[in-house]
Structure formats: C-alpha cells, structure tokens
C-alpha cells in the first residue's frame, strides 16, 4: 500500500514545484488542466435509475461539496453534469470557427496510416454511437463556453500527492480538465465530460537528505507498466531545467515524451474474442507481429495529435500552474464514486466520463493510486540507496543456493558411482539409463554451480555504470512517433482512406441487385482492384490471412443478403455506404 510521507505540508508541495512537468498543449487545443473546486460547485448531480430514466438530485450551482460525501454510495449510477446541454445556433458557430482557426494546417488523418479491415471497423464503430450511448453534439462548445465563464481556464492548475511507496518518494500529479473533446474536435476515438490525467515523478531519498530523481511516468489512455516509464537521464526525457517536459494530445490529454503524432490503439470490449483469433493466426502463420498488428487490425485506428504547438503551461511557459496540495481525506477524494461527468450509459465505456482521481468507473481504487510504483512497473526497479543492500542480500542468497547445489553434486555423484559399478557387474538394461540420466544433472549442476559463484561475486564487485542504451532496456512496445510525410501523400492518403471504405460498401450494394449468376466473381474483382489501390497508394502489402479472412466475410455477407433481399440489402450498404462517405468527408474537409 502507498503511504503518505512523514514530510511536512510545506516539504512536500516544495517538491511538487521543484519537478512539476512543463505541459505542452497540441495545435488547437481548448481545454487546459482547471482547479476542481469551481467546477464540483457549477454541476449538477443527477442519478440513473435501474429503469434507465435520470434524476436530478442536486441542481447546477447549488451543490456544497460536503454533500458529496452523504452520497458516496450510490456508486456509478451517480453522476455530475456539467454543460447544461448542447451549444447551438450562432455562439456554436463562433466556438467550431476559433477551433477551425487553431486548428488551420494540421493535417491528420489516423485512418490513412491503417488498412482496410481498420477502416471499416471504425466506420462500424462511429455507426454505433447512436446505439450504445454517446456524448451529444455540441456539449463540447458548451462546456468550454461555460468555462470560460467560470474563469477556469484563467487558473491552469494541477493537483499533487507525495507517498513512499516500494522504496520510492513518489511525486503524483494529477490533472483535470472540464472535457476530453478527442471524438468531436480531433477525430478520435471518444468524447465524455471530465478527464483526469497524471504524470508520476519517482525520487531517491538519500542519506544526507537529499531527494534525486531517477525516473518519470506519463499516463497516456488506459496502459500500464515498463512503456510508461524512461530514466530520468534518458535523453528522451526533456526537460526545463528540473521539469521534465509532457507534450499533451489534443482532445485526449494523454502525454508523452517526444511531439509527434501517434498511433493509438483503442481496444472494444466487443472485438476482445477476435484478438485472440488474430494471435492464434499469427502463430499459425508464424507471420510477423507488426504485420499482423497492422493488417489484421483488431483495433480501431486513431492518432493522438501531441505536436506541442499550442500553449506551453508550466515552467518557462506563457503560464505557470498552481500547485494544490492533494487532501486525500476531502469527500471529492475520498467518497465520491460516482462519475464526474454526463453518464451516456455506453455500454463500450469510452462515452461515460471517468471517476474521480482515486476511483474507476466501477468504484474499485485506481492502480495508479493503490500502488503508483507497480503501475509504471517500477517494483522491479530498486532505489539507488538500497541497491547495495539488495546486492549483499541477493549475494548471500546466491552462495546459500550455490552450497545446496554443492550438496546436491555429492549426493548425485554417489549414487551415479554406484550405477556405474552396478552396470559394470551386468546389470539389467533400466541401470543404464539411469546412468545416463545421471550423468545429465550433474553436468547441469556442476554448470549451476558456476552460474551462482559467478553472480554472488558480480554483485559483490562495484555495480557498473549503465550504459545508455541500458536505461531504455526494460521497455518492450514504447509509442513513437509517426513517420514525417509530405503534405501531398499525406492529402492523398487522407482521401483515399475517406473514400475506401463508402467504395466497398456502395459496390457490395451494386453487386447485390445485379442479376448476374456471376456476381461473386465481380465482386471478388473489384474488391482485388480496390486491394491493389490500397497497395499502390499507402505501399503497405495486404497479409493473405487478413484478405482472404476479409473476403470469406464480405461474402457471407452478400450471400445472405442475396438469399433474403436484394433490394433491402442493397438499400442498406447503400446507406451505409453514404453515412461512412458523409462522415469521412466531414473529417477530411475539417483537417
């Protein structure tokens, strides 16, 4: 469990100054990190009922956070509301022309970086926000209009907790923005009200008093573990003097080290049986994992826009951030499990808005805040000043191991002599083999033997410095970067992804009404032209498992559609065809 520190209020928010991130905000970026009293006292607090209909409870600007407390457990069926409902008209109109303005010459575009099977998941995917709950249009602009109106944005703020936890003084920042607009503003994934976001500075504590930082996590969507973390000498990390630099995603908030754009995975609850398909196909195929991540692509395709041309917030900055100490006991902390934000009941999770700092949306502790060191998978790391402790430790534990298998050579030695004599009187064949397995362990415990000396004595020699490629070893599937492209191939592929997916449904729904007994072999046709576009134009090679899984269900799909309607089944690719396109073009014109 993280323990609160034995440091002094003052101590602590001295260290949360002294190291607090520099955050730089992306390109058209509108929501900046806001202190949370302010916002509690201008929303509403309303609960679903089991029959699905919403109550108000607590009207907007009458809510004392006290009152959070007396209702902490009615758990995620309660929720906060912020906007008082969609912008529109012409205030609308003036909010989406500043964004457009902010935004002019940021070409995005996620759906081009990804293949077809990507590109039609996500329009399935956007098809279904009218089924399963989403945020409506416009609550966007209405919660920055609001605000602005509270002033919130004039006090950019964040929230810090100190803890020791698993030999680490853990600096925990934490901050909340009034909405994650990522869905509306930037073509991503989702939108919901409230978002908190977090960044994990881990210091040692050494003997003279001292506090140095060795590492440093940055929160980005629902990952955890070792790509969450870089030493603090790795020269990824960038800093301001002792302030490690975050650049935040438009619309999402998720931060990272370098600026840049990035493809994000974004995993449905719906698609988990078919990632383990897609793994079973990759180890049958032995196909490459790269390959099979990006053709197959069992995930919806998005790019978090973290090009850090927008404001800088923090040290060196247009504007600094207020430091707030973090009361854990405060009931906005402690106690309140419900959601800060509109509750859209998306059974997908991605529309509801999130708990508080310290809940998940099911009312279950955070990891990050139940153990801020194994969330970063930090445990395996051992602090400086107790790393030659853990050596001596581990040392002895070596030469302890080393003196049982001393034994076990002995013990094995003896009883391989004495099958030796006995095969050597004619004993039966069983005796042989015996021997013979024998002989086997105590060469492998003769080579243990050498291992464990070998590392009892390497511990016991002055530790290395670690080189710095050494620094970076513990990470596995780190995000980087896209690659640059030249505006023209960028425009190119951005259209050519608009267009893909509205082209294979509108030919399905031609396909369909034709009365042609050879309708199949078109559509196989036109689908393979489609195919060889996309291999011209985005230079990616289409996997065989991928296409030929892509036709056997494009083509049941045509066949049911031919055996119970063809007119009603092209009316609805048809359809379907003309929301995608319509969609497309939407976000296309709109980068």
């Not at 530790?463 to 620094?471: D, H, K, M, N, S």
Request: proline share 5%; hydrophobic share 45%; charged share 25%.
């Amino acid at each position: 469990m993280a323990s609160s520190t034995a440091l002094d209020a003052d101590v602590q928010l001295e260290l949360l100054r002294r190291f607090a991130p520099v955050l730089r905000l992306a390109t058209g970026e509108r929501f900046t990190p806001v202190p949370v009293e302010p916002y509690l006292a201008a929303c509403s607090l309303r609960v679903r009922r089991h029959d699905g209909s919403v109550h108000e409870l607590v009207p907007a600007g009458s809510l004392e956070l006290a009152e959070l407390e007396g209702h902490s457990q009615r758990g995620a069926e309660l929720f906060l509301q912020f906007a008082d409902g969609p912008l529109k008209g012409e205030s609308a109109e003036l909010v989406r022309q500043t964004l457009r303005q902010a935004r002019q010459g940021v070409i995005g575009g996620g759906l081009a970086r990804v293949g077809l099977l990507g590109r039609l998941i996500d329009a399935f995917f956007h098809l279904s926000l009218g089924l399963r709950g989403s945020v409506p249009a416009g609550t966007a602009d209405a919660a920055l209009a609001k605000a602005h109106e509270l002033g919130l944005h004039e006090r950019p703020t964040y929230y810090g907790r100190v803890v020791r936890h698993g030999g680490w003084l853990v600096l925990h920042y934490l901050y909340f923005y009034a909405m994650n607009d990522w869905r509306s503003s930037f073509g991503g994934a989702n939108d919901h009200e409230a978002d908190w976001e977090q960044v994990l500075v881990y210091l040692e504590e050494r003997a003279d008093g001292a506090h140095v930082p060795a590492w440093v996590a940055y929160a980005a969507h629902d990952v955890e573990g070792d790509d969450l973390r870089r030493h603090w000498l790795d020269p990824e990390v960038q800093k301001v003097g002792e302030h490690p630099v975050a650049y935040v995603a438009a619309g999402s908030h998720a931060a990272y080290f370098q600026a840049g754009e990035y493809l994000t995975r974004v995993d449905i609850p719906l698609l988990r049986p078919l990632f383990r398909v897609r793994g079973f196909l990759r180890r049958l195929a032995r196909l490459r994992r790269r390959e099979v991540a990006e053709e197959l692509l069992l995930r919806v395709p998005y790019v978090d826009i973290a090009d850090g041309g927008g404001e800088t917030v923090g040290a060196g900055g247009t504007r600094k951030l207020d430091a707030v100490l973090l009361d854990e006991r405060a009931p906005w902390v402690a106690d309140f499990h419900g959601l800060w934000g509109l509750d859209t009941a998306d059974v997908t999770g991605g529309e509801r808005a999130p708990a508080g700092p310290k809940f998940e949306r099911d009312g279950s502790v955070r990891r990050s805040w139940a153990d801020p060191v194994g969330f970063a998978g930090m445990h395996k790391v051992t602090p400086g000043p107790l790393t030659a402790g853990m050596r001596e430790l581990r040392a002895e534990a070596a030469e302890a191991e080393a003196a049982q298998v001393e034994a076990g050579i002995d013990a094995t030695l003896t009883e391989l002599r004495g099958h030796a004599l006995a095969v050597a009187s004619g004993a039966a064949r069983s005796r042989r083999a015996e021997l013979a397995r024998l002989e086997s362990a105590l060469g492998e415990l003769y080579a243990r033997r050498v291992e464990l000396r070998d590392e009892a004595r390497r511990l016991r020699a002055p530790p290395p410095v670690p080189a710095p490629e050494e620094l970076r070893a513990h990470l596995r599937r780190p995000p980087t970067p896209e690659p640059l492209e030249p505006s023209w191939r960028r425009v190119l592929l951005g259209t050519w992804a608009a267009l893909s997916v509205p082209l294979i449904l509108g030919t399905l729904a031609v396909l369909v009404v034709l009365p042609n007994s050879h309708w199949l072999i078109i559509e196989v046709g036109v689908l393979g032209g489609l195919l060889a576009v996309e291999r011209i134009i985005s230079g990616r090679l289409v996997g065989l498992a991928a296409l030929a899984g892509g036709l056997a269900l494009l083509w049941a799909l045509a066949l049911a559609l031919v055996n119970y309607g063809r007119l009603a089944g092209a009316l609805v690719l048809g359809a379907l065809a003309l929301v995608v396109l319509v969609g497309n073009l939407r976000e296309l014109l709109r980068r």
